[in-house]
């Protein structure tokens, strides 16, 4: 009886140690791949932690595209915002693009059908200088600015200081939305 006592004891102490090894083995495959996926995830953060938005800015006779790097917005009101808020800020390569300075953007809006509303301080309007081609490009910048980056836009209306405008420079009519008039067909 003391054999077979003997040899119980020592299956199980084989069968703990076995047990001891493989629960080591275990964790330790498990905790080294988590934390080097944690640490190619926080690699990858600083990365993916921006995107680029594509702003149009009237340029001459056309439109120059600059692209922005801005910290990561996920909401599409968010992106839109950030988009608008890039193109009156006014391009980085020194090109003069007729943007009126001072100009605030004081809310976005959008509507079921996928209309959006940007609407902007009285600066906009006011500090307006140009001819009816300057008026095309710089309300052409500000729609393609925000198509480009946006997937759901179906149309952008402009407003000044919340109320519907009848016109930016007094060449164009703005109580429709912009699609038609600055499509290419347009001019």
Not at 32 to 40: C, M, P, Q, R
Not at 50 to 58: A, T
Request: glycine share 8%; proline share 3%; no cysteine.
């Amino acid at each position: 009886m003391d054999n077979r006592r003997l040899s119980g004891f020592i299956f199980l102490i084989l069968l703990f140690i076995v047990g001891v090894v493989a629960g080591y083995v275990y964790f330790v495959k498990v905790f080294y791949k988590g934390s080097h996926a944690l640490k190619n995830a926080e690699t990858s953060n600083i990365t993916e932690d921006f995107f680029s938005l594509r702003i149009y800015y009237p340029s001459g006779d056309g439109l120059q595209m600059e692209e922005k790097r801005l910290p990561r917005r996920t909401a599409q009101i968010a992106i839109a915002e950030a988009t608008v808020e890039e193109f009156l800020k006014g391009p980085s390569s020194g090109i003069t693009s007729g943007i009126s300075k001072n100009v605030k953007l004081l809310g976005i809006y959008k509507d079921i059908d996928g209309i959006f509303y940007v609407d902007l301080s009285d600066e906009f309007r006011r500090n307006f200088q140009g001819d009816a081609f300057a008026e095309i490009l710089l309300l052409k910048g500000l729609y393609k600015s925000l198509i480009s980056n946006m997937d759901d836009i179906q149309d952008l209306k402009v407003l000044i200081e919340g109320n519907e405008i009848e016109t930016l420079g007094g060449h164009f009519y703005l109580l429709y939305p912009l699609k038609d008039m600055v499509s290419p067909e347009f001019y």
